[in-house]
């Protein structure tokens, strides 16, 4: 099944460029570019995207607003953004977490890699490195946001003692493979909890069970490391 992508950048070299290699590849397609953020929002309603290759600094609306109503259109639920930004600790990028984004890029990714991590979002997981998760998503999603949290500590009880620590285990930043060795398990029952989690919490995908694990108190936001004087 082929993969359908759609570009949103406000440079048309780099556009471009992100076209031919994502066209060069059997099992994907773009099927449009938008140059700001409400052309994005026009264009997935239009093309139901499976991938939004998002950038977040463009004019007028800009990614983390699109991010937003893309996630939160009921018709687009089958459509996973994936962020691009200029630097990977980023306040910007932990808002679009919290909005939905199911990971992020930075702008200098190698060919493979953005492949890799199309292929990777499209498929229902995150592209969260561990820096993104221990650093960031810690450091900003723990702290207070507008609107409703995604959950509650009480919604922890629907899930079994071994799924809030794979959970937990998942928000430290860590694979399927890392928690199945620390845990003893297969990597396929680490997925498998990982996915009923997901589902008795309503999340959308791996980057916004993190977003609860934190939210909801599971795991405690680290210590900000100290600054060099």
């Known amino acids: 099944m082929t993969i359908r992508v759609l570009l949103a950048d406000d440079q048309a070299l780099l556009r471009a460029t992100f076209r ?17 953020g409400a052309e994005a929002v026009t264009l997935a309603r239009v093309h139901h995207p499976d991938v939004v290759l998002m950038d977040i600094r463009m004019p007028g609306t800009d990614g983390l607003a699109a991010t937003t109503m893309i996630c939160a259109d009921p018709d687009l639920t089958g ?10 600790v980023d ?48 450091r900003f999603l723990a702290t207070p946001a507008q609107g409703a949290p995604l959950a509650a500590p009480e919604d922890l009880a629907a899930l079994t003692a071994r799924e809030r620590e794979v959970m937990a285990q998942a928000a430290e930043g860590r694979s399927n493979e890392e928690i199945a060795e620390k845990l003893f398990l297969s990597p396929l029952t680490v997925r498998t909890h990982v996915h009923r989690a997901m589902t008795k919490l309503g ?27």
Do not use: H, W
């Open 20 to 36: 031919i290699l994502i066209d060069s590849c059997d099992d994907l397609e773009v099927v449009g570019e938008a140059t700001d």
């Open 79 to 88: 459509t996973r953004v994936l962020i691009l930004t200029t630097f990977e």
């Open 91 to 138: 306040e910007y990028v932990a808002q679009a977490l919290r909005a939905g984004a199911s990971g992020f890029l930075g702008k200098d990714v190698t060919a493979d890699a953005l492949l890799a991590g199309i292929r990777m979002v499209a498929a229902g997981e995150s592209l969260l490195s561990p820096l993104a998760t221990r650093v960031l998503v810690a």
């Open 203 to 229: 999340a959308r995908d791996r980057a916004q069970l993190v977003v609860i694990a934190y939210q909801s108190g599971l795991v405690q936001a680290p210590p900000p490391p100290p600054r060099d004087r």
